[in-house]
């Protein structure tokens, strides 16, 4: 059995975690984030398949080539954040199934169909991308998940040209860093269990 979290852990992860719109100057180092993307690493996905994909972005090059495909408003805190990370899921996930899922050889053949294929992968790499939210949270991370971008220029930005890439597609984006609380936006309302749930 799983053993519950303590309240101060559940408000890291939760309650008082906050998206964030403006960024301290602390540095956060690579070190950091490999132990994010490791941690996140161990949440389950559909029979293992693992689609999702990251780009992490901390050089001012890197930061330059996002700038102009960024909505306006998502610009200055994405040029201010530590690291902003591409959320993306490969097309060609199955090509890794026979390495991800080994105790059945025919795996790869469950995802042909392109729409099965399409489904899986958006699923679990959105699914992929919570759980690195949380990883990050949880190594004492701040973060700030966007949408507001030109998908089809990240795409061909960051992926078009690389032989390995090229089967990936952006989902959305999430900066991550330390937080400045003074950027945060008043809190919003949630819906109830009422409003959102349905008992069967």
């Not at 001012?60 to 408003?73: C, F, V, W």
């Not at 790499?125 to 030109?150: E, I, K």
């Amino acid at each position: 059995m799983t053993d519950m979290l303590a309240d101060g852990a559940l408000d890291t992860l939760f309650r008082t975690a906050r998206s964030q719109n403006g960024w301290k100057d602390e540095a956060v180092p690579e070190t950091l984030m490999r132990a994010v993307y490791d941690l996140h690493n161990w949440g389950p996905t559909s029979a293992n398949c693992s689609p999702a994909r990251y780009v992490f972005i901390s050089t001012a090059e890197g930061k330059e080539r996002l700038k102009p495909l960024l909505a306006p408003g998502n610009v200055d805190k994405t040029m201010a954040a530590p690291w902003t990370v591409i959320v993306a899921y490969d097309m060609k996930f199955a090509d890794k199934l026979t390495e991800l899922f080994p105790m059945n050889p025919d795996v790869k053949n469950w995802f042909a169909a392109p729409e099965m294929a399409f489904d899986t992968a958006f699923r679990n790499g959105t699914l992929q991308g919570g759980y690195l939210m949380m990883a990050a949270r949880a190594l004492g991370l701040d973060c700030g998940p966007m949408s507001g971008f030109n998908k089809d220029g990240v795409d061909k930005e960051f992926f078009g040209d690389d032989e390995v890439m090229s089967s990936w597609k952006s989902n959305w984006l999430c900066n991550i860093g330390h937080g400045d609380e003074a950027a945060i936006f008043p809190r919003l309302p949630r819906l109830s269990f009422e409003d959102a749930v349905r008992l069967a």
